[in-house]
């Protein structure tokens, strides 16, 4: 009989693929993976079937990450402005408390390992935001552009604001506001 599979080997392999990719990229070996996560090689391909399998599992394991801290509490109910703001907020808060993984996610995504359903998947967790898009698009409420487009200027103000705080961190609150009123005097109609 198969010796059942433990959750904390998995995770501790999942958080040594976070740190091994934020500082190597995609080049990480899957020995130094499993030597980070003081399991042996052979036990990486007990949980993952391949390298590639592994980078899919870790892609959507950082974006469930962002999405637990942003979704929770996600405003339904309020303005398009406010429900942005959320948005921007959590990912940038996600971001500094997260540098590892926020490295880690960015790098797979520019790697172009990561399989478009896998990109999907971790989408589902934020379609109260993509659909919030689409609407604040269709009524004019943001620029007339691809939901897309929209989120990757907010992304790149919010990781520009990241970056700020972090060498800057006194007035980080004022920063983050600061963020967010460009992202909004970017993307508003």
Known sequence: MARPLSPEKRL???????E??????????TAGIARRA???EGSLFTYFENKEGL????????????????????????????RMQHVFQRYVGWGL???TMRSAVARLSASG???????????????????????????KA?????????????ESIADATIDFVDKRPRDAEHRRNLGFITVWKAIST
Request: hydrophobic residues 50%; without cysteine.
């Open 12 to 18: 501790a392999l999942l958080l040594a693929a976070t």
């Open 20 to 29: 091994i990719v934020a500082e190597q990229g995609v080049m990480a070996t």
């Open 38 to 40: 003081g399991v042996a």
């Open 55 to 82: 980078f899919q599992e870790l892609y959507r394991h950082l974006k469930r990450s962002l999405a637990d801290v942003m979704m929770p509490d996600y405003p339904h109910q309020t303005s398009v402005q406010l």
């Open 97 to 99: 408390e997260n540098p």
């Open 113 to 139: 390992v990561v399989l478009e359903e896998t990109q999907k998947q971790a989408l589902e967790p934020f379609r109260d935001v993509y659909q919030m898009m689409e609407d604040a698009i269709r009524s």
């Open 142 to 154: 943001v620029v007339s552009a691809p939901p897309e487009f929209v989120w990757a200027v907010m």
